[in-house]
Structure formats: structure tokens, C-alpha cells
């Protein structure tokens, strides 16, 4: 039990420190980076709490968050790149 | 212990908010939003309260992500200077603060036995949903069968809000110029999502079966669902995504979840009970209450994957649309 | 018993794993090493904490869970890791060694 607590402190603040990586990021990327990085951890972190609190079924929510993260990531990966590939056209086309 | 990591979700969650606001570049925003929604989850799972935090996981932070990051590709990402003084609305909501917070020292003590909450129709749920509906999960027994009315119209209401969504920008057209979309440069990314899409969508079908037993349900089912060819959509281009679920098909399937739904509080009326009664479905109630949830599951998860899908089908048509201008 | 020690050892190690990573997270230089501190621990985290957690189950559909998420996040976090560096790579961004020849041509 003791090491079960452990682990969910740790990884609490693993997800605060990759917060707070997200919040104050330089580039963009670092932003992504620390977002992915909580949401992989609050999958661990769901699956330890089913434990602690003795429900099981805590589980399905776990699969769920791992499955979003890659989704919302690679959302965000498809809008950059969407984005970067041209990137003042639009501005341009809107002073004219 | 579960107090502390309330506390410290707590206050991550309100970090997070206070850093949206003040932020200027709105793709950055919807990044934090997203994990705002993720942490606001983790608190509903802290408080024990699987289902709904399964949705605001699927909800909130899936496709509200994936949406507005859609809206951004036809808007742009920065936001507009504001030049007004931001004095009166800071007076305006310090006061309502001060109110709300003034009325919370009356509230009773969080999760006392004999809270109001507690006291009105809880009790009869608790007591006498293992005889009368026999589902292991109570939230589906009360979802589904209890407020079985209130659930058709949050049905009509994701309904509704596709066919608004979609009279607005309009569906892609099935079969039209295959533009060079996706992610074509990302060859692991490819492989790993053909492997990934398979799992989400088995993933999707337990949730849906799964729901009278663990967190889980229609709603969630059909977004989880969603998600899995929203990815595929990502990753190889939306034509191609068109053609495996075409636009036409997800209007009539929109349509059909609905029916359903009516349709089977149309037929226990035929049967001789009241409107979305159950129990006149078999002749043993509880089975027909099991009939009727599991019927009635799965056109809310019909009708949730149609019309999620047939936005985000929106959302994209229209952003390759300007983009091919 | 011999399964909780082990699993005890397994947890541990995986929640220091992650603190590295969190740390690597500020300390390390420039965007592709915070990505590797990130990724790799975050696999090996994974692993050894999953690991640790399916052997505290009596192996039934709660391990076949376990398992399935462990096998899901291995799949999909090395893979966004890897999709996000090459965007990076894609958008520009140089290492730190890149940024540094540069500025040495710079001053030549």
C-alpha cells in the first residue's frame, strides 16, 4: 500500500512539473511536449488510484485518456503543420 | 490522501485556467484547455464519479480539442488586441465572486449523509434499482431507464446541434479532388495509427456493451467511436476518410439513432405501459428493462457518433476548402 | 509476498524513472533532449509501473486491462514523441550543437 501511495505522489508531481513545462514553455513544441507529457502520466496515475481506492474499473478510464492523448496530439501536430506550411498567405490575402 | 490530491488538482486546475486567460496565442489555449479538461476528469475520478469523468475525458478533451483546433484552421491563432478597460467587468465579477463565495458558508458540509442531495429521490434509487431495472452500475439504470425522457432530449439536443453545425458549413462532397492531405511525411505515425484505429474501435464496442456493467454508455461509446476515424481522417486525409464513412450515410445515421430511441418508447406504449416503459417490453420486467436499456444505449451511440463525426467532417471540408483557395 | 516485494521494487523504480524525466524536462538544453528525457523515461515508467501493478492483481480481467493499456501507451507515446520531433525537425528548430556551428561560422 505504502508503495502504491508513493508511486501516486511521484507521479503527481511528475504531472505538476510537466505543467508547469506547459504553462511557461520557449517554443511551442515544448508546449506539446509537456502537455503529452501529463497525459501519459494521468493515465498512470488513474490506473495507481484504482488500486489505492480498490476499483478496478478506474481502468477503462485510463484507456480511455491514453487513446485522447494520442488523438488530441496528433490533432495538434496536423494543425501545425497545416498551418506552418503556409504561413502568412493568409494574412497577406486579407491586407490586400 | 484523497483530500491532498483534490487540493493539488485543485489547484493545478486553477493555474491552468488563470494562465488561458492571459494568454494571447489561441492555439496554445486550446493546448491548455485540453489538459484543463484532462485534470477536471482526474478530479471527478478523485470524487468517485467514473461515468461522468469518462465523458468529460471523451468529450472535453478529445473532441472539443479536435474541434477547436478546426475552428483555428479557418480562423488563425492569434487573438484580437482588446483596447477595452477590463474595470466594470472586473468590478461585475468580483461581486457575483464575493456572492458565491458568501453563499457556499451556508451550503452543507461536502458529502454529508443528510445533505439535501441525498435526501430526495437517491434514496429509492439506491434501494430499488437492484429489483426493479437489476443493473450493476446504477448511473445507466437511472440514466437510461429512470430519466429515460431527460436522455432522449440530451439525444435530440446532440442531434440538433449536428444538423446546426452542418447546415452552417456543410458536409464534404464524397469522391472530390484528392488534394494532398494528411500526414504523409510521417511514415511511423501511419503504421502505428492502422494498428491504433483497430484497437479504439473494439475499444468503442466494449464501452457501448460494457455500460450496464462499469462506466460507460452510449454517449461514450459513440464519441470513442467518432475519435477512432476522426484519427484516421488525421492522419491519411479526410477524401480518404470520406469514402470509408461517407457524409450521406452519417446524415441517416444521425436520424436512426433518434428514431430508435423513440421508437422504442413508441412501441411500450403499443405494448401497454407509458412512454419509454420497459418493463412491458418482455414478459419478465427486468428483462425487458435490460431490453430497453441496451436498445435504447445503442442509439444514443448512434446518434452521438454520427453527429460528432459529421461536425468534424464539417469543420475539415471547410478548412481544405479555404485552403485549396 | 515475493510478488509484492517485487512489485514494491518495480513501482519505485518506475516513479523514479518519471521524476528523471520531469527533470530532464528543465534541465536539459535544447528541445531534442528534453524530447529523449521525456520519451524514454516515459516508456520505461510505463513499463515498470504497469508491470509492478499487474503483479498486485490476481491475474484476471484486471491484469488483461493493465496489459492493454500497457501495450496501448507503448505504441502511441514513443510514437507521438517521434511524430513531434520530426515536426520540430520540420519547422526548423536546429540542436543546440547545429546552433553553436552556426554561430561559430557567424564569427569567422
Given amino acids: 500500500m505504502l508503495a502504491l501511495a508513493a508511486t501516486s505522489v511521484a507521479i503527481l508531481s511528475v504531472m505538476a512539473l510537466a505543467l508547469a513545462r506547459a ?9 506539446i511536449l509537456g502537455v503529452n507529457m501529463v497525459g501519459t502520466k494521468t493515465a498512470l496515475f488513474i490506473a495507481i488510484m484504482g488500486f489505492l481506492n480498490g476499483r478496478p474499473d478506474f481502468l477503462d478510464i485510463a484507456i480511455v485518456y491514453a487513446l485522447i492523448n494520442f488523438i488530441g496530439m496528433i490533432a495538434v501536430l496536423r ?16 491586407s490586400k | 490522501m484523497v483530500e491532498l490530491i483534490d487540493l493539488v488538482l485543485l489547484g493545478m486546475l486553477a493555474i491552468t485556467a488563470l494562465r488561458v486567460i492571459f494568454l494571447k496565442d489561441l492555439f496554445a489555449v486550446v493546448m491548455l484547455f485540453g489538459l484543463y479538461s484532462f485534470l477536471s476528469a482526474l478530479i471527478f475520478v478523485n470524487l468517485d464519479a467514473v461515468d461522468v469523468a469518462f465523458t468529460e475525458a471523451a468529450v472535453g478533451a478529445g473532441i472539443s480539442t479536435v474541434l477547436m483546433l478546426g475552428t483555428l484552421a479557418l480562423t488563425g491563432r492569434k487573438e484580437k488586441a482588446n483596447n477595452h478597460t477590463a474595470l466594470l467587468p472586473l468590478l461585475v465579477v468580483i461581486i457575483t465572486g464575493a456572492a458565491l463565495i458568501y453563499g457556499t458558508l451556508d451550503m452543507p458540509p461536502f458529502g454529508h449523509p443528510d445533505n439535501p442531495a441525498h435526501q430526495h429521490v437517491a434514496p429509492r434509487y439506491i434501494e430499488e434499482s437492484p429489483k426493479e431495472i437489476g443493473l450493476p452500475n446504477m448511473v445507466t439504470s437511472v440514466l437510461a431507464s429512470y430519466r429515460a425522457f ?19 458549413l456543410g458536409m464534404p462532397k464524397p469522391g472530390g479532388v484528392a488534394i494532398d492531405s494528411g500526414l504523409k511525411s510521417h511514415l511511423v505515425l501511419r503504421v502505428v495509427a492502422k494498428l491504433v484505429i483497430p484497437m479504439t474501435i473494439l475499444f468503442a464496442l466494449y464501452v457501448q456493451f460494457h455500460g450496464d456493467y462499469g462506466p460507460g454508455g452510449g454517449f461514450q461509446a459513440g464519441v470513442i467511436a ?3 476515424v476522426i484519427l484516421y481522417a488525421l492522419v491519411f486525409g479526410l477524401p480518404l476518410a470520406t469514402h470509408v464513412v461517407r457524409p450521406n450515410f452519417l446524415k441517416v445515421l444521425a436520424a436512426l439513432g433518434v428514431l430508435i430511441y423513440a421508437g422504442t418508447g413508441v412501441t411500450s406504449f403499443f405494448l401497454g405501459g407509458n412512454f419509454l416503459d420497459y418493463n412491458v417490453l418482455a414478459s419478465d420486467p427486468v428483462v425487458g428493462q435490460h431490453i430497453g436499456i441496451i436498445v435504447i444505449e445503442f ?15 464539417g469543420f475539415a471540408a471547410q478548412a481544405e476548402r479555404t485552403n485549396i483557395q | 509476498m515475493i510478488l509484492e516485494v517485487i512489485s514494491t521494487i518495480l513501482l519505485i523504480l518506475g516513479a523514479f524513472f518519471s521524476l528523471t524525466g520531469a527533470i530532464g524536462l528543465f534541465r536539459f538544453p535544447d528541445f531534442f533532449t528534453r524530447v529523449h528525457a521525456a520519451s524514454v523515461t ?5 513499463i515498470l509501473i504497469i508491470t509492478g501493478l499487474i ?6 480481467l484486471v491484469a488483461v486491462k493493465l496489459l492493454f493499456i500497457l501495450i496501448f501507451l507503448l505504441l502511441t507515446s514513443p510514437t507521438a514523441s517521434h511524430a513531434l520531433a520530426k515536426s520540430a525537425r520540420h519547422g526548423g528548430l536546429l540542436t543546440l550543437a547545429e546552433i553553436r556551428e ?7
Fill in chain 1, 23 to 31: 504553462l511557461k514553455a520557449d517554443t511551442v513544441y515544448d508546449r
Fill in chain 1, 79 to 94: 494543425f501545425f503543420e497545416y498551418t506552418a506550411s503556409e504561413p502568412d498567405e493568409d494574412t497577406q490575402e486579407k
Fill in chain 2, 150 to 168: 431527460d436522455t432522449l432530449g440530451e439525444t435530440a439536443v446532440v442531434f440538433a446541434a449536428a444538423i446546426g453545425v452542418l447546415s452552417l
Fill in chain 2, 226 to 228: 467518432a475519435a477512432a
Fill in chain 2, 299 to 313: 442509439g444514443i451511440g448512434i446518434t452521438v457518433f454520427a453527429a460528432m463525426l459529421g461536425i468534424f467532417y
Fill in chain 3, 42 to 46: 516515459d516508456s520505461i515508467a510505463t
Fill in chain 3, 55 to 60: 503483479l498486485r492483481t490476481d491475474f484476471d
Fill in chain 3, 102 to 108: 552556426s554561430k561559430k561560422g557567424d564569427n569567422d
